[in-house]
Every structure is written in structure tokens, then in C-alpha cells.
């Protein structure tokens, strides 16, 4: 009798089980890691159209769209992609675009993950906002992958209040 028993636990202990995932798994899951130091405009702007909208579009595309669409030289003398650039890139792709300016947190955390630029120790970066959770901003950061910071700080680093939206046309 303890066989059986012994038996129907494992059966049942198996069939609960879920596959052991790495921390760096969970941490990049559903985002686009930039591969390059400065391309992190690229890497997010793949993340939204991925995993948002449902276009598979990797890191290298969308950096090679976006180039293809502005001056190189600019890009790099400014030291990335521009909001502009990725506008191009999502418009030449059938999205709609539209960019922000002095958003509150109530109008970025009703947009549906929204690209926003931030300056954290002196460089400027680009990530998405996943929305906000008990008192948290979550964010899918192309440097770093999901993470989770206090709403203060994310004020002190958003810059402007900008927000960038891509959404699918109205049909």
C-alpha cells in the first residue's frame, strides 16, 4: 500500500513541476538585450514591437531599418537612435506614432508599453514601461532586461515627462 501511495505522490509531484528557469532567464524574458553600447533605442523599440505588438523584429533589423531611414553620422555623433529614428522605422512597418511631451504618470502608465528615455549616472538610455505595481515602475531595460524600481526614483531619471506610443492602425 505505501508503493502505491508512494507512487500516485510522484506521479502527482511530477505533474506539478515546472521547469527550472536562471535568474538571467527571468530577467531577460520578453525583452530585447542590446548587443552594442549605444543601441539600446534599437533593442527597445524591437522589445514593444515583439512583444507588444506581435512583429518579431530583432535588435540588428531594427537597426539597420532605422539606419537605412537617417543619417548615419548623426546617429553616430549622437551616440544612438533618436525618437525620430524609431518613429520612422515603426511608421515604415504599417504602425501609428505618437510622441509626448510632459506626461503625467497616470497618462504614461495608460499607454500601452511606451518608450521613454531616462539619464541615469550621465547617459542616456532608452527603455519601455511595463507599467506600475505597488509602488513600482517596471520597466524592460535593453541594458539589463526586467526590472523593478520605487516610482520616485524613476521620476528623478525620466527625462521631460517624454513618452513614445506605437500602436496597430485603426481598422
Known amino acids: 500500500m505505501r508503493g502505491l501511495a508512494f507512487g500516485f505522490l510522484a506521479v502527482w509531484l511530477g505533474a506539478?513541476?515546472?521547469?527550472?528557469?536562471?535568474?538571467?532567464?527571468?530577467?531577460?524574458?520578453?525583452v530585447v538585450i542590446q548587443q552594442w553600447d549605444t543601441s539600446c533605442g534599437a533593442a527597445a523599440l524591437a522589445t514593444?514591437?515583439?512583444?507588444?505588438?506581435?512583429?518579431?523584429?530583432?535588435?540588428?533589423?531594427?537597426?539597420?531599418?532605422?539606419?537605412?531611414?537617417?543619417?548615419?553620422l548623426k546617429v553616430k555623433v549622437r551616440g544612438g537612435f533618436s525618437l525620430l529614428d524609431m518613429k520612422r522605422y515603426a511608421v515604415s512597418r504599417g504602425f501609428v506614432t505618437e510622441g509626448f511631451r510632459n506626461l503625467s504618470t497616470d497618462e504614461l502608465f495608460a499607454m500601452k508599453m511606451p518608450i521613454?528615455?531616462?539619464?541615469?549616472?550621465?547617459n542616456a538610455h532608452f527603455v519601455v514601461v511595463r507599467g506600475l505595481r505597488e509602488g513600482?515602475?517596471?520597466?524592460?531595460?535593453p541594458a539589463f532586461g526586467n526590472r523593478r524600481v520605487p516610482l520616485e526614483r524613476f521620476m528623478k531619471v525620466w527625462k521631460d515627462g517624454i513618452g513614445f506610443a506605437i500602436t496597430r492602425p485603426a481598422s
Open 116 to 122: 521613454v528615455p531616462v539619464e541615469e549616472y550621465g
Open 48 to 72: 514593444v514591437l515583439t512583444y507588444a505588438l506581435g512583429d518579431p523584429v530583432s535588435e540588428k533589423a531594427a537597426a539597420q531599418g532605422m539606419l537605412r531611414r537617417t543619417d548615419p
Open 16 to 30: 506539478q513541476a515546472q521547469p527550472v528557469r536562471s535568474l538571467l532567464e527571468i530577467r531577460q524574458e520578453g
Open 136 to 141: 513600482r515602475v517596471d520597466l524592460a531595460d
